[in-house]
């Protein structure tokens, strides 16, 4: 069968005649690569086929160069480049031609399919001449050809880094792509395909923005697209004005008073698609201000990358009216929707943002609004005035926000009960919420809750939890923040006789008929976490009594038969906040003296329920009872072992988990808990989770951040064996090695970077520090010295890379102790040759943190004995 025909029969709502030809297509490409490539691309470049076979043949193409995991992403570039020259030729010549064709959606699949070969090919200087063609094809006088032409260049900012293009290209592009954008270009599809361009080609403009010239034009044409007639590209160009805010924060200084008059204008006059990325342009200000200034508090010296510019303050006497007046505008049915945003949210958003930034300076602006609005007969200006206080509470001190606060707090606990509006009961629920959280702890100078009033609060909060699921998940949010603040203050917390009725009422929320709306549920759950969490001595028997009713609701829940994919979900995330509300239980009643012989009584019940919830597919579920069982063992203590023959099987499943690999990284965190507490009674079971953890430290499949914990979950196991994790050093050592290597030189392009590389090097520490002490007093601690010149090259490297945190610091140097201590004389010799080992462990010693200066003192004591001895 023809190409044409099989595209258009996989689109089929015949579903035996999509299977077949989805099949078919399988096997061309399997079996003569080059010729499917060719019969896609000549499909797509054929003006006289049906659109819809074209769209999916790029589609197709598409999908045969990219994927999102990175090992198939490789997998699939290598084999595009072992193809043979004339084939790509073919392919990429028949893409281009389809840039001048009239179809529209055969132009964008084209113009995504040659950037996902560019990405390919640029890096591996290929395909030299793309950038000149598409350059060329600008000056057509085809309005179609320069708008598919602009929206491939695009895409191709989008897939190529910078560096792979050289300045002059760079400078060619974002000229024709801002040429593009002028209100002198009269085709609207060409400006708008410019200007969505220059979003992305913005990562390549650093060294125009740093040119006065080039910079003010470019800001020139992005301000004057916010203003063009087409609603697509005013928000296009706003979306751009965004970017540039947080890409170029420290070169807007001369723009600001221009760029506050266009936002404004659009916020308070233009559509709402438009009037967001104005709003959102405020608020990514907030956002560069708040980092500068968390960085580096308010004293600019010389390591400050970027000074803060203040715009924010400077714009305050406008700019908080200007958001004020948009929490006027809300919708109608706002509260039930979860995924709702408009003008009025995106507005509270921002204004919350602005007090983080400036602190107290926003109060005086914001209180006469609350207070001519809070009591006026129209809901909206109810609900804009609580939205408003509400949003300032994270910011200015707690000491400016108390008078305030107290005042306004009778008055919301009577709108909470009384107001006539859902919208305005559901905000006042919210705004509470946010002064527990933020002026209510025990480090508050002036509580704003005192004895006298917290009977009233927790009145109405309770009450409240009977009303509609928006506001009764508000309520509980406000509890749980509420319960939060009495967390030090033991028996003193006034909670403590309404205790039994907290509980109980959070349990009816749990078990209301619409508890599935507006995440009711599990905000109940999660609230009665907290208070569980923070609940005192006198409380435990209450707490205690919970144990029985939530195993029984688990029981429950896995007893269900033949139930619908909806009510399997359902099932699904009430055993997962099941299993999450008993880990809780565990902690709390486990670690306490008085509680523990009581709760231990349902350890074998809960552990079968736990064993049982495995059985169901479903990861979230896995992941929280996988955390239980990790709290279980950790109070079970070395009883643990008699769970661990039905146990294991689940765990290796969790540590097979490459899919879902949170749960692999939690399976990962319980070996390490349950080597803690059964120490060598893990041995039996340690081939076969040694040969788990290997096979995932060399599986590309695997997400990178579960391997550092796997790393410290081999000094876990050394830990506990002892001198029998002899049999595995032939494998785990080669690994850890390579590992150091490779983090001792990572290329630290950006924090999250750093972030990795300092997680991966205390995975590797703490490996290193478990087997060097599993090992120690042991007469095979001897098989350890052939690694040591590598343990300390290690050490060397991350001394000489100047970029480690405190907490690698510390491993660090207790590694160096534990060489000396280990090993003794042959060890003690070796750091005593290493000048950086010697300089490493002064700077420890003279460090300002008190664990690393005791990690090092233990350290120089453990190396003198090793010398001397």
């Not at 009216?321 to 003008?343: V, Y």
């Not at 349950?674 to 953890?693: Q, Y």
């Not at 201590?821 to 750091?831: E, K, M, Q, R, V």
């Amino acid at each position: 069968m023809e190409i044409t025909q099989l595209l258009l029969n996989a689109q089929s709502i015949d579903a035996t005649a999509r299977k077949r030809s989805e099949e078919s297509l399988k096997q061309f490409q399997d079996q003569n690569l080059p010729g499917f490539l060719l019969s896609l691309s000549g499909e797509l470049a054929n003006d006289e086929k049906p659109v819809d076979s074209r769209k999916l043949a790029g589609l197709v193409l598409k999908n045969t160069l990219d994927a999102k995991e990175q090992h198939r992403k490789n997998e699939l570039a290598q084999r595009w480049l072992s193809l043979d020259d004339s084939v790509k030729s073919q392919v990429k010549a028949c893409l281009l031609q389809t840039l001048s064709s009239l179809v529209l959606d055969a132009r964008s699949t084209a113009s995504q399919v040659i950037a996902k070969l560019a990405g390919i090919e640029l890096p591996q200087k290929h395909w030299p001449e793309l950038i000149g063609v598409l350059l060329s094809n600008i000056h057509q006088l085809q309005p179609h050809v320069k708008q598919a032409t602009l929206e491939t260049l695009g895409y191709l900012c989008e897939e190529v880094s910078p560096e792979v293009v050289d300045q002059d290209q760079v400078n060619k592009i974002l000229t024709a792509v801002v040429q593009g954008m002028n209100a002198s270009e009269g085709n609207n599809d060409v400006r708008l395909a410019a200007t969505r361009a220059l979003y992305n080609a913005l990562g390549f403009a650093q060294a125009n923005f740093s040119n006065n010239m080039e910079r003010d034009y470019i800001m020139r044409v992005v301000c004057e697209a916010t203003l063009s007639p087409e609603v697509k590209i005013r928000q296009a160009a706003f979306e751009c004005l965004v970017a540039i805010s947080s890409t170029y924060y420290d070169k807007l200084a001369p723009y600001m008073q221009d760029i506050f008059n266009i936002t404004a204008k659009a916020v308070r006059e233009d559509e709402e698609p438009v009037a967001l990325q104005a709003i959102e342009f405020w608020s990514s200000i907030c956002d560069e201000e708040i980092d500068i200034l968390d960085d580096y508090g308010s004293d600019f010296t010389a390591d400050s990358d970027i000074p803060c510019f203040y715009f924010i303050k400077q714009a305050l006497p406008a700019l908080v009216p200007m958001l004020l007046e948009t929490l006027l505008k809300q919708e109608e049915d706002q509260d039930q929707d979860e995924g709702a945003w408009n003008i009025a949210m995106a507005g509270g958003t921002c204004l919350g943002l602005v007090a983080r930034t400036v602190g107290d300076d926003i109060i005086p602006l914001v209180m006469p609004f609350m207070e001519g609005n809070i009591s006026k007969s129209d809901w909206r200006q109810r609900e804009a005035a609580t939205y408003a206080f509400g949003s300032i509470m994270e910011g200015p001190s707690p000491e400016k926000l108390a008078s305030i606060v107290n005042v306004a707090l009778t008055f919301m606990l009577t709108a909470l009960m009384k107001d006539p509006s859902n919208h305005v009961k559901d905000t006042t629920a919210w705004t509470l919420g946010r002064i527990f959280e933020f002026m209510h702890g025990s480090t508050m100078e002036t509580p704003v809750i005192t004895r006298e009033n917290c009977q009233q609060i927790l009145t109405v909060l309770l009450q409240s939890m009977k009303d509609v699921p928006n506001v009764a998940e508000k309520a509980c949010g406000a509890l749980y923040f509420l319960a939060q603040g009495y967390e030090d203050v033991g028996s003193a917390s006034p909670l403590i006789p309404f205790f039994q009725d907290i509980i109980q009422a959070l349990l009816t929320v749990t078990h209301r008929e619409d508890a599935g709306e507006s995440r009711l549920r599990t905000a109940a759950y999660e609230s009665l976490n907290e208070v569980v969490r923070c609940s005192t001595e006198e409380t435990a028997p209450t707490v205690l009594q919970l144990v029985p009713v939530l195993m029984t609701e688990l029981h429950q829940s896995l007893e269900a038969q033949k139930l619908t994919s909806d009510e399997r979900e359902k099932q699904n995330e009430l055993q997962g906040l099941l299993c999450g509300c008993l880990q809780v239980l565990i902690q709390k009643l486990g670690s306490a003296e008085s509680t523990k012989y009581m709760f231990m009584q349902y350890t074998d019940q809960m552990m079968d329920l736990f064993l049982r919830v495995f059985a169901c597919r479903n990861a979230t579920v896995h992941g929280e009872a996988m955390l239980a069982i990790g709290s279980l063992a950790y109070v079970s203590g070395p009883n643990f072992v008699k769970y661990m023959q039905g146990f294991y099987p689940y765990l290796e499943l969790g540590l097979q988990n490459f899919e879902d690999y949170q749960v692999c990284a939690i399976s990962v965190g319980v070996v390490g808990d349950v080597c803690r507490v059964i120490e060598d009674k893990i041995l039996p079971f340690c081939d076969g989770i040694m040969t788990h953890l290997l096979k995932d430290l060399s599986s590309n499949l695997l997400h990178r951040s579960v391997k550092p914990p796997i790393f410290s979950c081999f000094g876990d196991i050394a830990l506990a064996i002892g001198e029998n994790f002899e049999k595995y050093l032939i494998y785990a050592m080669p690994m850890l090695q390579s590992a150091a290597e490779l983090s001792s030189h990572a290329a630290l392009a950006d924090d999250e970077m750093l972030e990795y590389t300092n997680q991966l090097r205390s995975g590797i520490l703490e490996a290193y520090a478990g087997i060097l002490q599993g090992f120690k007093n042991s007469p095979k601690a001897q098989l350890l010295t052939p690694y040591a010149p590598h343990i300390l090259h290690f050490l060397d490297s991350l001394h000489n890379e100047k970029d480690m945190d405190d907490m690698v610091m510390k491993t660090a140097v207790g590694v160096l102790g534990d060489l000396a201590d280990t090993l003794g004389a042959s060890a003690g010799l070796l750091i005593k040759q290493s000048v950086s080992s010697n300089d490493f462990l002064e700077e420890c010693l003279s460090s300002d943190d008190l664990l690393i200066k005791e990690s090092a003192d233990w350290a120089k004591k453990a190396i003198t004995r090793a010398i001397s001895g």
